[in-house]
Each structure stands twice: as C-alpha cells, then as structure tokens.
C-alpha cells in the first residue's frame, strides 16, 4: 500500500519559518519525482515546488522562491519543504505528491496568523 504521511504543519507569525515533511513507503521514493501542492482557503490547487529522484534538480512557483526550499533523504524516503519568512498567503494545506500527481499525502495544514 502506497502511503504519503506529511508532518510539521502548524500555527506561525508572518516572518516565521516552518519545515514540513513527507514519509513514503510502498513505493518506489528513491525513483520517484516528487512534488509539493498546496491548497488556500477556498482556492485551488497550487503547484508550488518539485524535485528530481536525486535531489539534484528542483523548481520552484514564483509565490515562494527566495523562501521556500525543496530536499529529499532518499535514504530515510523523506521529502522535505523548508518554508522562511511566512505570509498571509501561504496559508493552506500542504500536500506531498508524487510525480505525475498519482499518490497525495493526507495533506499538512499550515497556518499564518498575528
């Protein structure tokens, strides 16, 4: 059974950094483009990061280069987002994706609030 469990969402000030991560097991990680995906409060689907099966090629979606970055541990089928200086519109619900939009994590919820 394919699973994608995010961790380390949770309540910051605008300015405050937060470090999400995704588990995966029951496929593949190490083989796998992964994808970071987030959801705004009554809004869409944002593609927001991605990364390549070595880690050595990421891109980013002009919301949040400069502050966020994308990184694996292939090792330990880990997916990181390391999010800096946090605003207002980067509250959502995060999700772990994997490559081609097939397996979603259960999503993180990340909350932006003074």
């Known amino acids: 059974e394919v699973q994608l469990v995010e961790s380390g969402g949770g309540l910051v000030q605008p300015g405050q950094s937060l470090i999400l991560s995704c588990v995966g097991s029951?496929?593949?990680?190490?083989?796998?483009?992964m994808t970071w995906v987030r959801q705004a409060p009554g809004k869409g689907l944002e593609w927001i990061s991605d990364i390549n099966s070595g880690g050595g090629s990421t891109h980013y979606a002009d919301s949040v280069k400069g502050r966020f970055t994308i990184s694996r541990n292939n090792a330990n089928n880990t997916l990181f987002l390391f999010m800096n200086s946090l605003n207002l519109d980067d509250m959502a619900v995060y999700y772990c994706?994997?490559?081609?939009?097939?397996?979603w994590g259960q999503g993180a919820q990340v909350t932006v609030s003074s």
């Open positions: 029951g496929f593949s990680f190490s083989a796998m483009y």
């Open positions: 994706v994997t490559g081609g939009l097939v397996w």
